[in-house]
């Protein structure tokens, strides 16, 4: 039982790598390790659930404060023509606009680009932890 709790926690710290790795690659600023199904099997969902549960965060990604919000469109939209495509796409009025909502706009379309770019991989990432704990709570029941 000791030895099943040490591969299990080494297993973590290697599967929260390899997520971490993941982002990096795909440069996701979110967090996408499932830890709620870490330690419960049962509350796992599939592929397809989970990834839902990206896009939703993906919407929740926010930009606060002025400083920051013109930093990040001076360093990824400075002409403002994307951000500004992305307010017009969903209906906002010019006097709506500010430099915090702009930002905000573009960091969502950028962490769903990069979230879609990484689908496959995070599938199979999702797919090897899924399989690694059926495997332990197989050996844990025995």
């Not at 404060?65 to 951000?83: F, G, V």
């Not at 969502?108 to 599938?123: G, H, P, S, T």
């Amino acid at each position: 039982m000791f030895v099943l709790l040490i591969t299990i926690k080494q297993y973590k710290m290697e599967l929260t790598t390899k997520f971490r790795e993941l982002e990096k690659k795909y440069s996701i600023e979110m967090d996408t390790i499932p830890y709620e199904y870490y330690d419960d099997l049962e509350d796992a969902k599939d592929f397809e659930s989970y990834f839902e549960e990206l896009e939703e965060s993906a919407h929740q990604v926010e930009c606060f404060y002025y400083s920051s919000a013109m930093k990040y469109l001076t360093e990824h939209d400075t002409s403002l023509n994307e951000s500004l495509e992305i307010a017009s796409d969903m209906g906002y009025e010019v006097e709506n606009l500010n430099s915090e909502l702009l930002a905000t706009l573009l960091m969502q379309r950028k962490e769903m680009e990069a979230l879609y770019e990484a689908k496959d991989d995070l599938e199979d990432l999702y797919d090897e932890f899924i399989e690694y704990k059926e495997q332990v709570q197989k050996e844990y029941e025995q």
